[in-house]
DNA sequence: TTGTAGGCGTTATCAA
DNA sequence: TTGATAACGCCTACAA
């Protein structure tokens, strides 16, 4: 790797010219820019970013922290991080925690070593300690679906309490009045949130659903919680994430119901498998692109130390085969 | 941030000293490391991985360069690949070039800048003129799923031209002989190689597939793909990747056809979704976990400059509901 | 067993 | 308009 010393002696000029007509910075003559452009060329230079951040404290890095990126909710967001990041100037360093504490101290101390501007985390332990410690060496922090308690730290989200809403609105129009709600991960407090919303709207509507939370997100763990919950005469199934949903139509038609004719089932998040399962699946969608964008917008904000406008995330409802007007007529009571 | 010197001063040491407890290094007495080690947990002092490198030469970074993340193959690559390097002390510096060439220039300059240890390239691009500044620069590479040509590089990846073989070889089991190819996207390699098997295997029993290949591999067009080549009397279709299967399973049950009783379906690759959808697909799998593992086994061999043997990265045939029996009796010619 | 000092590649200050 | 030089944090001869 050729560092600035042999541009500037190829080019016949000084290291502090060299560095003048990388960065833009201050006079140098035309005649003398051609040259030393030209012996970068040639040379294929690339500054050496360790370096540049040692003196300039600036890294242009961010860590992304993340419970994964082999499901499709956390790949999709890591894709929008990444992207919308690099768009910016900045670099991630993607942290997949497995959920593991351990993990995600050994990943901090890693983000810490490394000098990182700022963090985006969507890591779902609760424990905030870790970031505690970025906090404490004045790297700002953005959580995805998140809030730190206790730390100054700025956070993105949609209302998932008014998504819960919005699930139970629809099934309540179509004539359902058995439910039933399939929450996984049970510690995941945007799942928290939609399900005390659907109990909300429920209860004003004078009604009650059989609700089972679940420790496991996979699709196998979901199917059976969904098998487990799923009685004679319900007719509407509630999944707080698409991928339950999808396991509890799989549950439902491995009981010999029909979807939606015996019992009707809605998602959140309009994930691209939502689209295609068989039948295709009734959902809430999150804009996951605008979330990751303002996320990167709000740290880029606290970076530069100015306040940025947190603009409205909206849900939305998307109708597709798996809901249907209730089979019999309105069930007394 | 506090440094090595802040460390020394109040463990009453020299920075020397406190470099040696850092790393293992050399003599140092008992007291003196409980006292230096004490001072650099009072103080969570975390190394400078920067100046580290500046020093060292070694970054202990991988770049990792990859079309997506926000499709499910590369998300799981990414994050096999994500987490067997830091297991192996590496940080991921994850790419996603979206398919542009310009994004990748990009992102071979800042991989340059970075000083990474070496990289592994998942990315469908042809042209391989930026992967040369990375070998002109000493830069091992490490190519998934294709190969640089005229470049000193290492290449990990299945038979795909077997994996063709084994998905006709499945159907003509079953009694089929009248069979489309569902191919996408059409310049990838792999599945190149995969169409190429599969039509060799049916020349080897006298028979010949319709082939169609697209462009885009998105879930739609794979979709229209698929309805413009099943054609009456088809009973066999092969997708070249479980989308593709997908698609073609949705394109015969909106022409309204029963998957498998009239037309039997298989992908490749055993995706996630592969058992979300009804009926659940039968399909090829891949070993993306030991792909992923063996790809930074031989990048790490690379780095240290010693061969790794290449370990068999076996296929296998997953049967579920979107295949069956021919249900005609065998069709003359 | 411990300390001193030089240099890695940059940028920024100051002088020319 | 250009150049010499100090400093960033760390590691490692070499000296003590």
Known sequence: ???IRDIAARAGASVATVSRVINHSGYVAAATRARVERAIAELDYTPNAGARRMRSGASWMVGVVLPALDVPFFGIMAHVLERELFRRGYQALICCTDESADQEARYISMLLSQQVDGVLAASVLEDSRQYQRLVDAGVPI???DRGFPGLAAVSVAVD???GGRMMAEHLLALGHRRFAVIGAPRHS????ARVLGVEKRLAEAGLAARVALGDAHDFDACRVLAAQVMTKGLTAVIGTTDIAAIAAVHAAIGMGLSVPGDVSVIGFDDLPEARYV???LTTVAQPLREIGVQAVAQLCGLIAGQAVPMEALPL????????GPVAEGPVAG
């Open 316 to 323: 939305r409802l998307v109708l597709r085969d798996t809901t």
């Open 189 to 192: 407090p945007p799942v928290q």
């Open 278 to 280: 068989l039948p295709a």
């Open 160 to 162: 998932h309490h008014a």
């Open 1 to 3: 790797m050729s560092s």
């Open 142 to 144: 953005v959580g995805l």
